[in-house]
């Protein structure tokens, strides 16, 4: 019966219909084949309980503010600043490019919009500058997924809502894989630049540094607005959501980028946005409801058990899951699928939750630019033109850098967990 509510998911996902409503289904058609009919009476509650966690109102405030962000002028600003700072330098803009996603990612907080910011802006210059359009997408994509990581992150208030963690933990925790992330791709970007010969910019290209520095400051400030109010207590991720709400609409208007149909458009994304993740949510509910039902994860934690894996054995096949999921699912739907069954028997084996959370959201990033779903090439491949599988080929090697970080962050707790402890935050 089972394998038939099975084949019934597959082809409704095939039919083009939207993941929620097929998780739903298939939930509801499970609770029929495991004779549980009579527990969809409390379904509402269960479902209405996995969305009634304060750290999930900070999610569609900061999807808003990353939205009016993106549409008030901010994006040149950010990548003057990283053109006087590097690009001197042989691939400057290269670096300029890795290096604005990290300005970006403290904004944004998101790797499709960083995405699609700069394969608008940068790319056409880097290719204007001789570099070829396969790797300043390459680039543009591989660089992209530095905006989950670093604060504030949607996906972190996400795990941090379904694993009970503090989200100001998983902040802080985020930073310095973010910027490991970064310098390991200016590394790899600086090889290619070399063998390559890629071009540096002029000084008569250059902007000139103080006022630059100057005019970046509105947009710069936000990231610390955010972060250390969080941080020093001052705020809930919430309140600093709102914060940041009121900071964008501050930081458009100074750059006379954001007119009135602009923010009217980044409700509508928001509301769509924010909308679907609820949905996701919902639906995952009750597949939860169901395996808690039929105590699926005591069961994994049964065959670990059993299997005879260590903490270690178990975080490297948990790493292994996550990766294929990532490479076929989106990130809210593989956080809310596998980490309510796979990360209590992790956390049972000592794993520090914050820790746990920055590898696995980590590791689902990754899948953003990995195919065959990848959601920051197919953007960027529909911005640039460039075919899908061709830069798929072309950010390959930034992909192996990616994952050589993931490797040194499971091996290395402290990476994540040193700013955490230092604010006296983390398991």
């Known amino acids: 019966m089972m394998v038939l509510v099975g084949g019934a998911a597959l082809l409704l996902l095939l039919s083009g219909l939207a993941i929620a409503y097929v998780i739903g289904g298939a939930a509801v058609l499970a609770f029929v084949a495991t004779d549980n009919t009579r527990y969809l009476a409390i379904l509402p ?7 009634d966690v304060f750290a999930l109102m900070a999610m569609p405030l900061f999807i808003l503010a990353g939205e009016l962000m993106n549409r008030g002028g901010i994006t040149g600003a950010l990548i003057n600043l990283s053109m006087a700072l590097v690009g001197r330098v042989r691939g400057g803009l290269g670096h300029v490019n890795i290096l604005t996603s990290v300005f970006f990612a403290g904004i944004s907080g998101s790797a499709v919009a960083d995405a699609a910011a700069l394969s608008n802006t940068l790319v056409p210059e880097m290719q204007r500058r001789g570099y070829t ?37 998983l902040f802080l925790a985020g930073i310095l894989p973010g910027l490991l992330l970064a310098s390991a ?31 970046s400051l509105p947009a710069l400030s936000l990231p610390i607005i955010i972060l250390g109010g969080i941080v020093f207590g001052w705020m809930t991720p919430t309140e600093a959501a709102a914060v940041a709400v009121f900071a964008a609409l501050g930081a458009g208007w100074f750059y006379a980028g954001l007119s009135g149909q602009a923010v009217l458009e980044a409700l509508r994304r928001t509301a769509v946005l924010s909308g679907s993740i609820f949905m996701i949510i919902c639906a995952v509910s009750a597949l939860g409801h169901l395996g808690a039902l039929e105590r ?52 049972a084996q000592g794993a520090d939750p914050v820790h746990l959370g920055i590898v696995l959201c980590f590791n689902l990033c990754i899948g953003l630019v990995s195919p065959p779903m990848g959601g920051c090439l197919l953007v960027v491949s529909t911005v640039t033109g460039v075919n899908y599988w061709k830069l798929a080929r072309a950010v ?30 983390g398991g």
Not at 45 to 51: A, C, N, P, R, V
Not at 185 to 204: M, T, Y
Request: proline share 10%; hydrophobic share 60%; charged share 10%.
């Open 296 to 347: 699926v994860p005591e069961a994994i934690s049964t065959a670990v058990t059993d299997l005879g894996l260590g903490p270690v054995q178990y975080m490297l096949a948990l790493n292994v899951i996550f990766l294929l999921a990532g490479m076929v699912l989106d990130i809210p739907v593989a956080l809310a699928l596998l980490v309510p069954l796979l990360a209590p028997v992790a956390l």
């Open 185 to 215: 791709l200016l590394v790899v970007n600086g090889i290619f630049a070399s063998r390559q010969d890629h071009p540096r910019l002029e000084k008569a290209d250059m902007p000139p540094f103080f006022p630059t520095l100057l005019r």
């Open 45 to 51: 509650q269960q479902i209405f309980s996995k969305i």
């Open 133 to 169: 359009l396969t790797y300043a997408s390459a680039v543009t994509a591989a660089s992209s997924i530095i905006g989950p990581i670093v604060p504030p992150s949607i996906i972190l208030i996400f795990y941090g809502a379904l694993m009970g963690t503090s989200v100001t933990a």
């Open 396 to 425: 390959l090697p930034f992909v192996l850098t990616q994952i050589v970080v993931l490797a040194l962050l499971v091996r290395f707790p402290a990476i994540s967990l040193t700013l955490p402890h230092a604010f006296g935050l």
